[in-house]
Every structure is written in C-alpha cells, then in structure tokens.
C-alpha cells in the first residue's frame, strides 16, 4: 500500500486541502468558502474521496501553526494539518512537473 501526505491549511480566509505528491505540478485539492470554519474530519473525509483519496485506517490529522513572518509574535498564525493518506478508486490525472499527464497511481506508487 503507497501512501502520500494530504494537508489543510488557512491562508488569504479560505480553508484548502490538497495531496502533495512528487513530480506533479500541481496537487488534487478542494477549497471551502472564505470565511468558514475548519472543515471537520468528516468534511475532510468527504473532499479526499471527491479527489479519489482516503485516510489510511487509524490515521488522525496532527496540527501545527505556522507564521508569515518567523519569530515575530505578532505575524499571523498559519493553521496546518496532515494525514496519511491512500487512493481509493478513481483519481483524476495530475499535471506534471515537465507539462505531462501522470495518473495518480503511478505518482502515488
């Protein structure tokens, strides 16, 4: 089983999710209304399947914070999450980093 990191984070009053994976040029994601609360873990769970991802069994979401600006106490606060995460189903393909088109299972593996 290939699992990758899937992330939220808040930035600019919007809520995103994204997979990172390795040589795409850009990462399956969802975003939710600017403005909104931190999306719960059953949203999660619902915006990773609409992007062909699941959270590996007994995975949890582990937070950390971040700033724009380091060690200034009074920059804004980053919010950033990760989970383990695995393909289940279909995943649309995903840009590559030379222009290609990659499938997801093969930039997973």
Same mark, same amino acid.
């Given at each position: 089983?290939?699992? #990758?990191? /899937?992330?939220?984070?808040?930035?600019?009053?919007?809520?995103?999710?994204?997979v !990172? &994976?390795?040589?795409? *040029?850009?990462?399956?994601?969802?975003?939710?209304?600017?403005?909104?609360?931190?999306?719960?873990?059953?949203?999660?769970?619902?915006?990773?399947?609409t &992007?062909?991802?699941?959270?590996?069994?007994?995975?949890?979401?582990?937070?950390?914070?971040?700033? !724009?600006?380091?060690?200034?106490?009074?920059?804004?606060v980053?919010l950033?999450? *990760? /989970?383990? #995460?695995?393909?289940?189903?279909?995943?649309?393909?995903?840009?590559?980093?030379?222009? *290609?088109? &990659?499938?997801?299972?093969?930039?997973? /593996?």
């Open positions: 089983m290939t699992t #990758v990191q /899937a992330q939220i984070s808040n930035s600019r009053g919007h809520w995103r999710l994204y !990172a &994976l390795l040589n795409a *040029s850009e990462w399956p994601e969802r975003r939710w209304t600017p403005g909104g609360p931190v999306p719960t873990p059953t949203e999660r769970d619902e915006a990773l399947a &992007l062909g991802y699941e959270p590996v069994p007994g995975t949890r979401w582990r937070w950390c914070e971040d700033s !724009a600006i380091p060690d200034d106490p009074t920059s804004p980053w950033i999450a *990760s /989970a383990t #995460v695995r393909l289940c189903g279909y995943a649309p393909p995903v840009a590559g980093t030379d222009g *290609s088109e &990659l499938d997801p299972w093969e930039v997973a /593996a």
